[in-house]
């Protein structure tokens, strides 16, 4: 900006950016962090752009999370497509809950169906009056881009199932979007096998990653997002909340939910909540450009001669949960 004009939201930004490499800066930085971002001056385009969440919401609840913080705090929402579908119950869900927390404008997709049925929980939390959704996700997608001038925000919450069929269908669309993907991991914490979402769908991630590569796609990596810092359990403030006898329906959904994946699993980690927040730009994730290959079964590794990605370094997971708090508050 010239003229000596002030930009808050740039000042913010490079604060925290600054407070997450060098600690002399942390007592300082950390108060206006949590506080979150003042109001923007000159905002990028891409950050009032319509957005599209890929989600395979119904089984950890981090994208329950996610997609009401979405419905909440991103009036751009436009679609939610479903991956890993269960016949339509993912969409249905996805309906019912978009539905609770009044943002019946936006439309969902029932998206690709892999056959997988363990990472599934909430049988029955859906209404039965619940109508299945539409099953066209290249019809969507191509009908929101070409209302759009401009590019499209994608949100990837899961495989990367739709975007390899949006790829083979018509990869025009393909060029308009602006990947944001929960998924990859450089140091997985099990070396034998790829990232979850890499591995539910290895072939498309095996054939997306490169595919990519011209619109320098974001990826929010396991390396990152995998840390009890941003886990939610029963003892956490946000668990709590949602056990009150006066919490909202979405709450009192997100309580039954959690309880049905912490029959099972300590907590939640909150991977999609994270990357929603990088695709709002929220500053608190530091990103580098990365060179990676992906081997025959989706593991991920760097190398010069690979393909030139975005991915997640870092995170301020103190001032992740505030801001977490502060959009479901």
Same mark, same amino acid.
């Given at each position: 900006?010239?003229?000596?004009?002030?930009?808050?939201?740039?000042?913010?930004?490079?604060?925290?950016?600054?407070?997450?490499?060098?600690?002399?800066?942390? %007592? !300082?930085?950390?108060? @206006?962090?949590?506080?979150?971002?003042?109001? *923007?001056?000159?905002?990028?385009?891409?950050? $009032? /752009?319509?957005?599209?969440?890929?989600?395979?919401?119904g089984g950890d609840p981090d994208d329950t999370v996610a997609?009401?913080?979405?419905?909440?705090?991103?009036?751009?929402?436009?679609?939610?497509?479903?991956?890993?579908?269960?016949?339509?119950?993912?969409?249905?869900?996805?309906?019912?809950?978009?539905?609770?927390?009044?943002?019946?404008?936006?439309?969902?997709?029932?998206?690709?169906d892999l056959g997988n049925s363990r990472m599934w929980v909430?049988?029955?939390?859906?209404?039965?009056?619940?109508?299945?959704?539409?099953?066209?996700?290249?019809?969507?997608?191509?009908?929101?881009?070409?209302?759009?001038?401009?590019?499209?925000?994608?949100?990837?919450?899961?495989?990367?199932?739709?975007?390899?069929?949006?790829?083979?269908?018509?990869? %025009? !669309?393909?060029?308009? @979007?602006?990947?944001?993907?929960?998924?990859? *991991?450089?140091?997985?914490?099990?070396?034998? $096998? /790829?990232?979850?979402?890499?591995?539910?769908?290895?072939?498309?991630?095996?054939?997306?990653?490169?595919?990519?590569?011209?619109?320098?796609?974001?990826?929010?990596?396991?390396?990152?997002?995998?840390?009890?810092?941003?886990?939610?359990?029963?003892?956490?403030?946000?668990?709590?909340?949602?056990?009150?006898?006066?919490?909202?329906?979405?709450?009192?959904?997100?309580?039954?939910?959690?309880?049905?994946?912490?029959?099972?699993?300590?907590?939640?980690?909150?991977?999609?909540?994270?990357?929603?927040?990088?695709?709002?730009?929220?500053?608190?994730?530091?990103?580098?450009?990365?060179?990676?290959?992906?081997?025959?079964?989706?593991?991920?590794?760097?190398?010069?001669?690979?393909?030139?990605?975005?991915?997640?370094?870092?995170?301020?997971?103190?001032?992740?949960?505030?801001?977490?708090?502060?959009?479901?508050?």
């Open positions: 900006m010239g003229g000596g004009e002030v930009d808050p939201g740039g000042e913010w930004a490079a604060l925290a950016g600054t407070s997450a490499s060098f600690e002399e800066f942390e %007592e !300082l930085a950390g108060p @206006l962090i949590r506080g979150g971002p003042p109001p *923007a001056l000159g905002e990028p385009a891409i950050a $009032r /752009a319509p957005m599209i969440v890929d989600t395979d919401i997609l009401v913080v979405a419905a909440r705090l991103v009036p751009e929402l436009r679609l939610v497509i479903t991956s890993d579908e269960y016949g339509g119950e993912r969409a249905r869900f996805a309906r019912y809950l978009l539905d609770l927390v009044g943002r019946t404008d936006v439309r969902v997709v029932e998206g690709s909430i049988d029955g939390l859906c209404p039965a009056e619940v109508p299945r959704q539409g099953t066209d996700v290249v019809g969507a997608v191509s009908e929101l881009c070409t209302a759009t001038d401009g590019r499209i925000r994608w949100v990837g919450m899961g495989p990367l199932s739709n975007l390899a069929m949006l790829q083979t269908e018509q990869p %025009e !669309l393909v060029s308009q @979007l602006v990947v944001t993907q929960m998924g990859g *991991a450089i140091n997985y914490r099990d070396p034998t $096998r /790829a990232e979850h979402n890499f591995r539910v769908d290895p072939q498309a991630a095996i054939r997306m990653v490169p595919a990519l590569e011209p619109w320098l796609p974001t990826f929010v990596l396991s390396d990152v997002t995998f840390n009890p810092a941003m886990e939610i359990t029963k003892d956490s403030p946000l668990y709590r909340r949602w056990s009150r006898p006066d919490a909202r329906p979405f709450e009192r959904l997100f309580r039954e939910h959690c309880d049905r994946w912490m029959a099972k699993y300590p907590g939640t980690m909150q991977h999609d909540a994270l990357t929603l927040a990088a695709a709002m730009l929220w500053p608190g994730v530091r990103f580098v450009r990365e060179r990676v290959v992906l081997d025959s079964s989706a593991r991920m590794s760097q190398s010069d001669d690979g393909t030139e990605i975005v991915i997640s370094v870092s995170a301020d997971y103190t001032a992740f949960m505030a801001w977490l708090e502060k959009a479901l508050g």
